[in-house]
C-alpha cells in the first residue's frame, strides 16, 4: 500500500470514528432527556393522585357533617370568583383578596429581612467565637420556644400600633432558624481552611469574603428558608389580633361571616404562596451548594 493510500484510509477511519461517536453523543442526549420527561411525569403523577386522595377525603368529610364542610366543587366557585377581581376596594374591611394577600406580604418581607439582617452577624459571631456562642445560646434556647402570639402583647405596648406589633412578632419568631444554620454553617468550617487562610496571612476580612461566607452560605441560605416559612406561618396569627387588612384578617372576617368557602380557598392560596416561597430559596440553596 502506497503512502497516499494509507492516509486516505487514515482519514476514512477517523471520519468513521467521529460519525460513530457523534451517534452515541446523540444517543446519550436523547436518553437523558426521555430519562427526564419520564421523572418529571411520574413526578406529576404521584403529586395528582396524592391531590386526588386529598379531594376524596374533602368530599367525605363534607358528606359525613352533613354539608356544614363545603364541598370541593363549592369551595372552588368561591375560589374562582374571589381570583377573578382580585384587587376590588370597598372599604377598610372589604378589600380583594390580592390586596389582601398584598398587605401580608409586605409585612412578612419587612420582618423578615429585620430579623435576617440581626439574625445572620450574630450567627456568624457564635459560630467563630467561643465567647460568643456563650453569651447569646442560652438566650436563643430561652426565646426561640416562645410562642408568636405571646410577643403580641409586647409589640403592642412597645410600638402602640397594631401593624408594627404583627411586624415585630415576625421578626421575633422568625429569626432564629437563620441565625441557629449560620452559627452551625461557620461553626462546621475544616480546620483545614483555617490552616491555609493563616498560611497565606489573610485580613479577617479576606478569611470573611474567601473562606467563610463562601463555605457557611449553603447553610445560611437553609436557614433563610426556614425562617421564611415561620415568617408566612406567624402572619396568619398576627393579622388575626390586629384586624386591618392581610390574609390573617381575611380569613378571620370570612368565619365572621359563615363562608367556609373563603376560609378554604384562602387557606389554599396561603398554602400556594408558602410553598412558592420554599421554591424559591431551595433554588436559591441549590445554585451556592457544593456539587461533589
Given at each position: 500500500m502506497t503512502d497516499t493510500e494509507t492516509l486516505t484510509a487514515d482519514i476514512e477511519t477517523k471520519g468513521v470514528s467521529k460519525e460513530s461517536n457523534g451517534g452515541e453523543t446523540t444517543n446519550y442526549k436523547r436518553k437523558a432527556f426521555f430519562s427526564n420527561v419520564l421523572k418529571y411525569a411520574k413526578s406529576i403523577f404521584f403529586a395528582c393522585v396524592g391531590l386526588f386522595l386529598c379531594g376524596g377525603l374533602w368530599e367525605w368529610l363534607s358528606s359525613y357533617t352533613e354539608g356544614d364542610l363545603p364541598t370541593p366543587a363549592a369551595t372552588f366557585t368561591v375560589f374562582f370568583e374571589m381570583l377573578s377581581d382580585p384587587f376590588y376596594d370597598y372599604g377598610p374591611n372589604d378589600k380583594g383578596i390580592g390586596l389582601q394577600l398584598g398587605s401580608s406580604i409586605g409585612r412578612v418581607l419587612?420582618?423578615?429581612?429585620?430579623?435576617?439582617?440581626?439574625?445572620?452577624?450574630?450567627?456568624i459571631l457564635m459560630g467563630a467565637s467561643n465567647i460568643g456562642k456563650q453569651i447569646f445560646y442560652p438566650i436563643v434556647q430561652l426565646l426561640k420556644p416562645v410562642s408568636p402570639l405571646a410577643w403580641f402583647p409586647i409589640g403592642l405596648v412597645v410600638f402602640k400600633d397594631s401593624d408594627m406589633a404583627t411586624i415585630f412578632i415576625i421578626f421575633i419568631t422568625s429569626l432564629w432558624s437563620t441565625l441557629i444554620n449560620t452559627a452551625f454553617g461557620v461553626g462546621s468550617i475544616p480546620q483545614d481552611h483555617k490552616n491555609v487562610a493563616k498560611a497565606f496571612g489573610f485580613s479577617k476580612m479576606r478569611y470573611l469574603r474567601k473562606i467563610l461566607i463562601p463555605y457557611a452560605l449553603p447553610h445560611i441560605i437553609t436557614g433563610l428558608r426556614l425562617s421564611i416559612g415561620v415568617a408566612w406561618l406567624v402572619i396568619v396569627a398576627g393579622e388575626m389580633l390586629s384586624g386591618g387588612a392581610g390574609i390573617g384578617f381575611f380569613v378571620?372576617?370570612?368565619?365572621?361571616?359563615l363562608s367556609l368557602e373563603r376560609v378554604i380557598s384562602a387557606i389554599l392560596i396561603i398554602g400556594i404562596v408558602g410553598l412558592l416561597f420554599d421554591k424559591l430559596f431551595t433554588l436559591i440553596e441549590n445554585k451556592v451548594s457544593y456539587k461533589a
Open positions: 419587612l420582618g423578615f429581612s429585620i430579623g435576617s439582617v440581626i439574625a445572620i452577624p450574630i450567627g378571620w372576617d370570612s368565619w365572621n361571616a
